[in-house]
């Protein structure tokens, strides 16, 4: 295996889902981000407020310790909204990403569905204001998710082998 990876994407776009998918299929471990959030972030969301950076460092060095104990493989779910914040999540191992990406009306419905969750449909504006994509010299791949999951796992599979020339995780 040579590299971690990260399925990102704003809140309802399927991370969770398609990154436990994705670990299964590849055989490696898997963490949610969500999991990792102290118990201030979570209280902070579920209450309807956005988190500010000073709330996020701390959270995304949990997520970068994670991913670098997993070097040579393990998908990580992670919202990873900003270039700076996907630069700290390779701060202790290279990792490459896979962006889902939707429309607004896709994500919207998809967080209307979900039951037990802590972000509310009221952040949904606030989290697109705030993600930037995949830069072109950043390592991954955009996908859309409209589309089942399995088909999701394959495309992001294959756009990774095409781009890296090689299985993304060995």
């Known amino acids: 295996m040579t590299q971690p990876l990260v399925v990102m994407g704003i809140s309802g776009s399927g991370k969770s889902t398609v990154g436990a998918a ?12 969500d999991d990792l959030h102290p118990a201030t972030n979570v209280a902070k969301m579920a209450r ?12 995304l060095e ?15 779910s992670c919202s990873a909204l900003r270039r700076s914040y996907r630069a700290v999540l390779r701060r202790h ?28 449909v009221s952040l949904l504006d606030s989290q697109l204001a705030t993600l930037e994509p995949l830069a ?7 996908v859309d998710v409209d ?6 796992v394959e495309e992001a599979l294959a756009e990774l082998v095409r781009r890296n020339g090689d299985h993304p995780q060995g």
Do not use: Y
């Open 22 to 33: 994705l670990a299964a299929r590849l055989a490696v471990p898997f963490a949610d981000a």
């Open 48 to 59: 309807g407020e956005a988190l500010d950076d000073d709330d996020r460092w701390p959270w």
């Open 62 to 76: 949990e997520v970068a310790r994670w991913l670098g104990e997993h070097a040579t493989g393990g998908v990580m």
């Open 93 to 120: 191992a290279p990792v490459g990403f896979v962006h889902l990406a939707g429309d607004r009306e896709v994500i919207e419905r998809r967080v209307h569905a979900r039951t037990g969750h802590f972000m509310p």
């Open 136 to 142: 072109a010299d950043e390592d991954g791949v955009v």
């Open 147 to 152: 589309q089942t999951v399995e088909e999701i």
